[in-house]
């Protein structure tokens, strides 16, 4: 497949090699304006140049950007993968994208990004759902630049603090960078508004470390994954960018697990 990515970051960047190994081509790829000065005929700064020549678009520049490109891509008839789930915490922005695509005929893929078991969260929710809790915890540094450096002091920090306490949509709106996986949790189960979520700063580990706890009619469920953050990255697991290239392989095959 020809591929637009958005986005040239830890994330992108994994994903262009994957997928370029896998024998697809990356055609263009959209940055911010300003920054297209080396080899335009790759870097663009327009949809209207990212979607020119492509069959599928990839988004991993985060929630601005799914929101600021996504509708225009959707819109034009191109199926658009991305790993900025947690965009559509915020309402507006996730009835624009659902109309886009409505609009253009084509879909929006969500990759499941650093967390497992959303299969199970989702088939479990068709039944009653009770009770969904999500538990996120990364080593001090991944949690540099967002709303927990004003709380506590990540630098100097000896034991694990939980900075944050609440529902999913607040975590994934208040941690755009941090916090898609509650997106995620809350969108395969009982939505952004029920699914309960504490994120955890922990000087005691180096990975990213996700918990799930399900309870409903469907029996009871507790998941945890220790990821590995990316090397030009520690906020992101190597995890969330291997399911968008996974997602690819999906949306390429004619047999859909
Ligand atoms: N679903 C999940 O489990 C996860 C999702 N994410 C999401 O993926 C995003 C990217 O993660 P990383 O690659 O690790 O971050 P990064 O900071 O390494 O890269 C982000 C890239 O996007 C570009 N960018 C940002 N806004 C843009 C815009 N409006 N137009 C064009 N380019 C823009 C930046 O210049 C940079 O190249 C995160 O912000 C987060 O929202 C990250 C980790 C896990
Ligand atoms: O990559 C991770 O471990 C999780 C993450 O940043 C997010 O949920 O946005």
């Given amino acids: 497949m020809r591929i637009g990515l958005i986005g040239k970051g830890a994330i992108a960047q994994y994903v ?53 490109y996504g509708p225009q891509i959707l819109a034009c008839g191109l199926d658009l993968v991305t790993v900025s789930i947690g965009a559509l915490a915020d309402q507006r922005v996730a009835d624009a994208l659902a109309s886009a695509a409505r609009e253009g005929g084509a879909k929006l893929h969500l990759a499941s990004g650093a967390i497992g078991a959303l299969d199970c969260l989702s088939a479990a929710a068709t039944g009653k759902l009770e009770k969904v809790t999500y538990v996120g915890r990364k080593p001090p540094l991944g949690w540099m630049g967002s709303p ?50 504490r994120l955890i700063a922990d000087p ?42 996974s997602k690819l392989e999906q949306i390429s095959s004619p047999v859909v697990l």
């Fill in 148 to 197: 927990a450096a004003d709380k506590l002091h990540l630098e100097a920090l000896t034991i694990a603090e939980t900075h944050f306490k609440g529902t999913a949509r607040e975590a994934a709106l208040r941690f755009p960078k941090n916090a898609n996986v509650a997106a995620a949790v809350a969108l395969a189960g009982l939505g952004f508004d029920q699914t309960q979520v």
């Fill in 204 to 245: 005691s580990i180096t990975r990213n470390i996700h918990e799930i706890e399900a309870e409903g009619d469907f029996g009871q469920f507790h998941f945890q994954i220790s990821g590995n953050s990316l090397p030009d990255n520690p906020r992101s697991s190597a995890l969330a960018a291997m399911s968008v290239v």
């Fill in 16 to 68: 262009s090699n994957a997928v370029q190994a896998r024998g697809h081509s990356v055609c263009a790829v959209l940055v911010r304006s300003g920054s297209v000065s080396q080899n335009p005929e790759l870097f663009v700064d327009s949809v209207s140049n990212l979607t020119a020549n492509t069959e599928l678009v990839i988004d991993c520049a985060g929630h601005r950007a799914l929101e600021e």
